[in-house]
């Protein structure tokens, strides 16, 4: 089974400034996916950043960039120039694809508070 | 088309009680997950459709809960005799599936369960 650890139960992070949200994932599989999701206070989740796997390039979404270290089994998020927007528990989650279906799995969440 | 939407938002009920949930996915697509969310955690997969086959489901998923997609369309998730332990966000999600490539989970805002 795969399993997704956040080692940072919680962050924060002064607005303008940089910061990095860790995650680890143990599997067995050669081709998934990865992906940070978003969910602010009080509202729905929604999709930050996603990494295929067998992509060497990390992803990036304007100020949202991964450090994909696929040895390592491991998937970091940076966020540059923090806004007070950013404040949000976020979670990793690894999709593992086979034939008869798809299945997130979720790790347990970091969240993040931008200070003003 | 308004994404995913959750009816009822909030739920209050007594232990004992059946309490249903509704989930109406973004019309194009024909895979439907539900999860469930407790404070402070990540998303739990409790169940999985593809359009009104429900492939997978989790042992979370005990002989008290009951999940339907009947026409592929919209879905529902009934919980019997509820417990307090059952009290939780229960959330619904949808994605478009394809062979192979990332399918992006899109979240609806979520039915909080709280059993008294």
């Known amino acids: 089974a795969q399993t997704v650890t956040q080692s940072q139960p919680e962050m924060s992070v002064q607005e303008a400034e940089t910061v990095t949200l860790s995650c680890t994932y143990d599997?067995?599989?050669?081709?998934?996916?990865l992906f940070w999701y978003k969910q602010p206070p009080s509202r729905q989740m929604i999709l930050v950043i996603r990494?295929?796997?067998?992509?060497?390039q990390n992803a990036t979404e304007n100020r949202f960039s991964v450090n994909f270290q696929k040895a390592a089994k491991s998937f970091s998020l940076k966020i540059s120039d923090s806004q007070l927007g950013d404040t949000a528990m976020y979670f990793c989650?690894?999709?593992?694809?086979?034939?008869?279906?798809?299945?997130?799995?979720f790790g347990p969440g970091t969240r993040l508070s931008v200070l003003p | 088309d308004t994404g995913v939407s959750q009816n009822p938002r909030h739920k209050i009920t007594k232990r004992g009680q059946n309490v249903t949930f509704r989930c109406d996915p973004i019309s194009e697509h024909n895979r439907l997950y539900w999860y469930r969310q407790t404070l402070g955690q990540g998303p739990e997969f409790l169940t999985y459709f593809q359009n009104e086959a429900q492939l997978e489901k989790s042992r979370l998923l005990s002989d008290r809960f009951s999940a339907e997609r009947p026409k592929g369309s919209f879905s529902t998730l009934e919980i019997q005799r509820t417990e307090q332990g059952d009290s939780a966000m229960y959330l619904c999600?949808?994605?478009?599936?394809?062979?192979?490539?990332?399918?992006?989970?899109?979240f609806g805002a979520g039915s909080r369960l709280t059993v008294l």
């Open positions: 599997t067995s599989e050669n081709n998934y996916y």
């Open positions: 999600a949808s994605s478009f599936g394809r062979p192979s490539g990332a399918n992006v989970l899109t």
């Open positions: 990494q295929e796997a067998y992509k060497q």
């Open positions: 989650a690894f999709m593992k694809q086979d034939n008869y279906g798809q299945n997130f799995v």
